[in-house]
């Protein structure tokens, strides 16, 4: 059974970190493209960064590019986004997904994304 577990969210304030962790079961995320999303209240949901496994292209959209870090452990089959220098406007729902075979760009949508995980809120307030 293919499953996306995320983890890390929490309350944080302004100008702290937090790392989020998404764990796969039933499948080799070697092999698949690792998107973040988020969602704020009222609000599409949008894509926050993307790593292809074909290229190893990271996307990042531009409100995030320097705070925001996406990363691998293919042994532990687990994905990461490092959160640095929060903001009050990074609050949302934080949601991994994943997809075979894909490559990463601007373009990503969530449509695009065959496997997802349960959420975990993200809070930035003082």
């Known amino acids: 059974q293919v499953q996306l577990v995320e983890s890390g969210g929490g309350l944080v304030q302004p100008g702290g970190s937090l790392r989020l962790s998404c764990a796969a079961s039933?499948?080799?995320?070697?092999?698949?493209?690792i998107g973040w999303f988020r969602q704020a209240p009222g609000k599409e949901r949008e894509g926050v960064s993307c790593?292809?496994?074909?290229?190893?292209?990271?996307y990042y959209r531009d409100s995030v590019k320097g705070r925001f870090t996406i990363s691998r452990d293919n042994a532990k089959n687990t994905v990461y986004l490092q959160m640095n220098s929060l903001k009050p406007e990074d609050t949302a729902v934080y949601y991994c997904?994943?997809?075979?075979?894909?490559?990463?760009?601007?373009?990503?949508?969530?449509?695009?994304?065959?496997?997802w995980g349960q959420g975990t809120q993200v809070t930035v307030s003082s």
């Open positions: 039933g499948f080799s995320l070697d092999t698949y493209a």
């Open positions: 790593n292809s496994n074909r290229d190893g292209y990271t």
């Open positions: 997904a994943a997809v075979w075979d894909y490559y990463c760009s601007a373009y990503m949508k969530h449509s695009d994304f065959t496997s």
